[in-house]
């Protein structure tokens, strides 16, 4: 395991909800817990965007686009963060990855494709 890992995309309608997770490999396990962890997402034809962010001390970021509707939480025992998007807007739409610092690289997962509809 040498990539974060995204998983918990999907399709759903405009207005819907849905919980994306990263696990993170067991490579960067010891420096998990000390390190921020941000969601990143990209639309189609569009530039990659920060979309949350979480300190080790739970301290949160989000995005304009994305404030009062998602939520970023982490679990430092199973070493995953999470992403919880509710009130879906089809412009919520874009493949979603997660992202740390650690040994002095930046980690990334193949990311996770959420499609919403209207």
């Known amino acids: 395991q040498r990539q974060l890992v995204e998983s918990g995309g999907g399709l759903v309608q405009e207005g819907g909800s849905l919980r994306l997770s990263c696990r993170a490999p067991?490579?960067?396990?010891?420096?998990?817990?000390?390190?921020?962890i941000n969601w990143y997402r990209q639309a189609p034809g569009k530039e990659r965007e920060s979309v949350a962010s979480?300190?080790?001390?739970?301290?949160?970021t989000y995005s304009d686009a994305v404030q009062g509707r998602f939520t970023i939480s982490r679990d430092n025992s199973r070493k995953t963060v999470y992403l919880q998007m509710n009130s879906l807007k089809p412009d919520d739409t874009g493949v979603y990855f997660c992202?740390?610092?650690?040994?002095?690289?930046?980690?990334w997962g193949p990311g996770t494709q959420v499609n919403v509809s209207s």
């Open positions: 992202n740390l610092d650690a040994y002095g690289t930046t980690w």
């Open positions: 067991r490579m960067i396990f010891s420096e998990y817990s000390t390190k921020t």
């Open positions: 979480s300190t080790s001390g739970r301290i949160t």
